[in-house]
């Protein structure tokens, strides 16, 4: 019993493996999990799961020279943010989408360049969202 679970478990795992796949965006390359369709608009690239009930965006773009404090103190601004934490050579806040569904955002800076995650519904999917992380190269 216990062999024949471990070898449908492998063949569902295999087949869901299967529909995932890295998609490259330039600045930047993710593997999307199947269930989950990016779409690049401008400098942000959305990764949105099909049932609408997590999402995260990449935004890379110049820092124009602004410091990563200035950053983001502009988005927490923009954003509505609130809580807004240094966490080493990064910048975490939280804020409510426009649906009031509360959103994570962290910012980091690198090359005269920055990144600005955010992710919504963390909850609904937390190993997925984990597994985007984890694949950003």
């Known amino acids: 019993m216990k062999r024949s679970l471990a070898a449908v478990l492998a063949v569902v795992l295999a087949a869901t493996m299967a529909f995932a796949g890295v998609q490259d965006f330039g600045e930047f390359k993710v593997d999307v ?3 989950w369709t990016a779409t690049k608009d401008g400098e942000t690239v959305g990764i949105v799961k099909d049932d609408n009930t997590a999402s995260m965006s990449i935004t890379v ?3 124009d020279g602004a410091s990563l404090k200035e950053l ?5 601004g923009a954003l509505n943010g609130k809580n807004l934490k240094q966490d080493g050579e990064s910048y ?5 989408n426009g649906n009031g569904v509360k959103s994570e ?4 800076t690198d090359s005269g360049k920055y990144a600005l995650f ?3 519904g963390r909850d ?5 969202v984990a597994a985007i992380i984890n694949s950003l190269q």
């Open 61 to 63: 773009d110049s820092t």
């Open 118 to 120: 955010v992710i919504t």
């Open 124 to 128: 609904n999917a937390p190993n997925d």
């Open 72 to 76: 983001a103190d502009a988005f927490v």
């Open 33 to 35: 999990p199947a269930g």
């Open 92 to 96: 975490k806040f939280d804020f409510d």
């Open 105 to 108: 955002a962290v910012i980091v």
